[in-house]
């Protein structure tokens, strides 16, 4: 049905992590058809729209913390497996559905709601994209998602290279829709604050070694020491035990524990990067989604050549944005002066234009609503007849067969999960983290991997 001045559009939004969670949660305010959010306005102030959300039950599964600090709230908000979210969008009527996955999630998704929605034409309108720059498994990643009726593109570059993907395989390239980041927004920078405040973005599994992030900490702290008139902060994305969206196997709070006395002008924060981005001076990483809120800010930003600018870093992706520096250069003194040109290219809007970046979404999103008829059949370009040895398995991993029905034996696939089951999944999930985070290190030492 359309939107009415009366009744909210409902919309759904399944996430697999506290990064997705946030870009899902914020992209639905954003796509809401009517009056455009304010701009940094964060989930707590959508007074258009009912949002229930579903987290995907997985390694990556926030918790309470987590999804504290992101900082959106849901009219509701539960964990579930595939199996049960398909089961829900069969008994729930929404109006937009928000698939914030890795691509295999989603491709599974969408064949599952194929099937949900057979001979259907009430079903909701279907919207993914990613929570950030796309600096790797471009083509994969896009065909995965293909099959929803918005492809969401964060910038004017990302939008001319999803269409090329899909023109090029002779996919409908029409939903790509182009956006911009939905956690962007912020009072924009005017001057230096009292201390000078030197922030590093730390990245989960970038770098992935540990000599390489033992170096970068190294040279963090080294600032520190060189410059004890700033403050010098470490923004964490997740305390020991927790996952974010890739898993990360050497937390920097342990890493710290080997230097030592910390100087005293040096300390490890948590909290909403917005939040943290309001006392920043310049803001260091090595690929970080923070840096284009920061550039969003006009904030002096750099991104660290110290370890290369590499595909396997994500740092080459900002080639072009006059941000790349070292630690040798900040250690002297160099502020960065970003690329105009590069900016207008990445979404970043510091020009002004943020206000409208999702009008497009949401006048598409409004049509769809509005369709005589209906929506039409879900048709993702993976099918048995495109990818008979690649789809299968996509979907298996979600206990979906490749026609989207339930596998024998799935989870809950016809009923909602026990106290029990609920006990036993929460204590493998805690299992499953140690393992990442403490014994799998140990094991690699002592093999020598």
């Known amino acids: 049905m359309p939107p009415s ?3 909210p559009t409902r919309i759904a939004v399944l996430a ?4 997705r969670w946030k870009w899902g949660a914020l992209t639905a305010g954003r796509i809401v058809p009517g009056p455009p959010m304010e701009a940094g306005a964060l989930g707590d102030t959508q007074v258009t729209a009912a949002l229930d959300g579903f987290l995907l039950r997985g390694r990556a599964t926030p918790t309470p913390r987590q999804l504290a600090e992101v900082g959106v709230h849901a009219d509701s908000l539960r964990e579930v497996t595939a199996v049960e979210f398909l089961r829900a969008m069969e008994q729930e009527s929404y109006d937009v559905l928000v698939l914030s996955l890795v691509g295999g999630g989603v ?9 949900v929605f057979e001979g259907r034409a009430d079903r909701p309108v279907i919207v993914t994209g990613y929570v950030g720059v796309v600096y790797e498994k471009l083509a994969d990643g896009l065909l995965l998602r293909h099959g929803a009726d918005l492809v969401l593109a964060n910038s004017r570059q990302d ?3 999803f269409r090329a993907v899909y023109d090029g395989v002779g996919a409908d390239s029409t939903t790509v829709t182009e956006v911009a980041l939905p956690f962007l927004g912020g009072t924009p920078y005017t001057g230096e604050h009292d201390p000078y405040t030197v922030v590093f973005a730390a990245q989960p599994s970038v770098p992935d070694s540990r000599k390489d992030r033992t170096y970068l900490l190294g040279r963090l702290i080294q600032h520190a020491r060189l410059h004890p008139e700033r403050e010098v902060l470490l923004k964490l994305r997740s305390k020991p035990g927790e996952h974010t969206t890739h898993i990360e196997e050497l937390p920097y709070q342990k890493l710290a524990q080997r230097f030592g006395e910390l100087p005293p002008n040096f300390q490890l924060v948590y909290g909403n990067m917005g939040e943290v981005l309001d006392r920043t001076d310049l803001l260091v990483t090595v690929s970080s989604t923070a840096a284009l809120e920061s550039l969003h ?3 002096p930003t750099v991104v660290l050549t110290d370890l290369g600018v590499r595909e396997t870093l994500g740092n080459h992706h900002f080639t072009g944005s006059g941000c790349l520096a070292s630690w040798e250069q900040l250690d002297a003194g160099h502020r960065p002066a970003p690329d105009e040109e590069w900016i207008a290219r990445q979404g970043v809007c510091a020009d002004g234009s943020y206000p409208t970046a999702f009008d497009a979404a949401r006048e598409r999103i409004a049509k769809l609503l509005d369709r005589p008829g209906g929506l039409p059949p879900i048709t993702p370009y993976y099918t048995l007849a495109t990818a008979p040895g690649y789809l299968p398995g996509i979907l298996a991993r979600h206990h979906l067969a490749p026609d989207g029905t339930p596998l024998p034996g799935a989870p809950a696939h016809d009923r909602d999960p026990g106290p029990v089951r609920q006990i036993v999944r929460r204590a493998a999930r805690g299992a499953y983290r140690h393992g990442v985070q ?7 030492r002592m093999g020598e991997l």
């Open 159 to 161: 939008a001319d290279r």
């Open 107 to 115: 491709q599974a998704m969408l064949h599952g709601l194929a099937r």
């Open 16 to 19: 697999d992590s506290d990064t």
């Open 297 to 299: 800010r006009r904030i």
């Open 438 to 444: 403490r014994v799998a290190p140990v094991i690699r």
């Open 5 to 7: 001045t009366t009744k």
